[in-house]
């Protein structure tokens, strides 16, 4: 009976050592975005940086598998169209209170 090979180790995961500084700006942008819609911390950091890999392919830095990728914006601009939904599918009444307060809000705090 030949011998099992053994299952290599899970290569090391959270290390964002071959990220730029735009692309880790860009992460945390994203994450809180998704905070502000209520996702979990958790998991509005998962999404964030999955974004970011769609987006740029990996870490750019050297060593990093995005490294000579073009960055594809597609993703990011997904995100901002799914935002207006929730608010098409509210009554006509509702939107229109809704952007007389905030209308009433930026006036009250330009002056």
Not at 7 to 36: C, L, M, N, V
Not at 54 to 70: D, Y
Not at 76 to 82: F, S
Not at 83 to 96: E, L, N, T, V, Y
């Amino acid at each position: 009976m030949p011998a099992r090979k053994k299952a290599a180790a899970p290569a090391g995961r959270g290390s964002k050592a071959k990220y730029t500084d735009k692309q880790k700006r860009q992460a945390e942008h994203i994450e809180k975005g998704y905070e502000e819609r209520g996702v979990t911390e958790d998991e509005a950091e998962a999404r964030a940086w999955a974004t970011v890999n769609k987006m740029t392919g990996g870490g750019k830095k050297p060593g990093g598998s995005g490294v000579g990728k073009k960055v594809n914006k597609a993703p990011a601009r997904k995100g901002g169209r799914k935002g207006g939904a929730a608010s098409a599918a509210r009554p006509k009444a509702a939107r229109k209170a809704s952007a007389k307060k905030a209308a009433a809000t930026r006036k009250r705090r330009r002056s």
